[in-house]
């Protein structure tokens, strides 16, 4: 499974982004849509999590995300969102898209979001 994120940049606290990541193959063949993030000296932390056969899908949620973020799917266009409302600095980072399929882990390449005060 090949993943393509997009969607990143330079906001202001506050402010919205909304991710995309495109999947080479059908989500509904996906066991779970993910995204992490890693800011820089700090591990790699889970943001969302969404089902990608399951209707309706299951979600899931880090706890500094909670109420801010949302994570969607489009089975049709096999593309994941995450869309990000009330972004902290601290919500600075890279994004992954990842995805849980076929016994393994696949991920794509990140983009930088970066939250200014």
């Known amino acids: 499974v090949q993943l393509q994120a997009s969607g990143g940049g330079l906001v202001q606290a506050g402010g919205s982004l909304r991710l995309s990541c495109a999947a080479s193959?059908?989500?509904?063949?996906?066991?779970?849509m993910l995204w992490y993030r890693q800011a820089p000296g700090k591990q790699r932390e889970l943001v969302a999590r969404?089902?990608?056969?399951?209707?309706?899908?299951?979600?899931n949620y880090g706890d500094s995300v909670k109420g801010r973020f949302t994570i969607s799917r489009d089975n049709f266009k096999n593309m994941v969102y995450l869309q990000m409302n009330s972004l902290k600095p601290e919500d600075s980072a890279v994004y992954y898209c990842?995805?849980?399929?076929?016994?393994?882990?696949?991920w794509g390449k990140g983009t930088q979001v970066t939250v200014s005060s």
């Open positions: 193959r059908s989500i509904l063949s996906i066991n779970h």
């Open positions: 969404i089902s990608g056969g399951e209707f309706p899908a299951s979600t």
């Open positions: 990842n995805a849980e399929a076929y016994g393994s882990n696949y």
